[in-house]
């Protein structure tokens, strides 16, 4: 669904930002862009947006240079979720920022199954409509920007730090409908995320960066128990995969916290301990 060519991408004045960029994202894969500040991350993402043409190489979105597509018909296939809300939302009520993002995308479905399929959505996120977007907390702008991409119903979603500023119900809220895209409808997610834990908790798949390079991809959960390539990458990976690998002794496979508890229990046990 999204693939990079030898994609290389300089800023004006800069020098290069990225380099020699190869990799590809299947369909309804769930891939979270990870790698310290400076990394090439957001630069990344834009570039699989097509909001940033590549200076070399080529990226394609379900098989189409993004260097030869229309804006518009971009906008029909691929959501984009900034990092700060504010930055894409433009209408005085949740209601009108929903048939907004509608009406300039799916306009030949026509008005009345336009206003049907907001209200629907409206009733999935738990909003009245007639909520003043910017009378809201920071979440709740979130939850409205990433509901007038839902409505659209795009087929790629890409996200740039979408926790950011999120409190840890507002965070688990934003990526419980994110995830609900990805397994519904198979909606590809390619994500740039600080955090590491929400990384573990939703992604399925890991793209490495660093200087503008990609030093790897792979299942989330083998990239992170990868002392070297996370050192490489000045990245700290989750806390109970760090404890794991550091106790050993067959802590080291123990992802979650309930696999460690159980990994303690085993070892309590073959050491003649009790359960209590």
Do not use: W
């Not at 669904?1 to 190869?22: H, K, N, T």
């Not at 190489?57 to 959501?79: H, P």
């Not at 390619?190 to 990609?214: F, I, N, Q």
């Amino acid at each position: 669904m999204i693939r990079f060519e030898d994609v290389s991408f300089a800023y004006p004045d800069q020098g290069s930002s990225i380099r020699d960029l190869s990799f590809e994202l299947e369909r309804g894969e769930f891939a979270a862009v990870i790698g310290a500040n400076g990394a090439g991350k957001s630069t990344t993402v834009r570039l699989a947006d097509g909001l940033l043409r590549p200076s070399s190489g080529r990226v394609l979105i379900d098989g189409e240079d993004t260097r030869n597509s229309q804006v518009s018909a971009r906008a029909r296939k691929v959501g984009f979720l900034f990092q700060n809300p504010d930055r894409q939302i433009c209408k005085n009520t949740v209601r009108e920022e929903i048939l907004f993002g509608l009406r300039t995308v799916r306009s030949e479905e026509g008005e009345s199954a336009l206003q049907a399929r907001a209200e629907r959505i409206l009733a999935e996120f738990s909003f009245t409509g007639d909520e003043e977007p910017f009378a809201l907390s920071r979440g709740q702008r979130q939850r409205v920007a990433l509901a007038s991409i839902f409505a659209a119903e795009p087929e790629v979603l890409i996200l740039d730090e979408p926790t950011t500023g999120l409190d840890y119900r507002e965070c688990c809220h934003i990526m419980d409908q994110i995830r609900r895209m990805n397994e519904e409808r198979q909606v590809t997610v390619m994500m740039v995320c600080h955090d590491m834990e929400v990384v573990l908790d939703y992604a399925s798949k890991a793209l490495v960066m660093a200087g503008g390079r990609l030093l790897a991809a792979g299942p989330v959960r083998e990239v992170f128990r990868n002392r070297e390539l996370m050192e490489k990458a000045s990245v700290l990976p989750p806390q109970v995969i760090s404890l794991g690998l550091r106790l050993g002794d067959g802590y080291e496979t123990a992802d979650t916290p309930e696999a460690m508890a159980e990994a303690v229990l085993a070892h309590r046990k073959k050491e003649g301990a009790s359960d209590e």
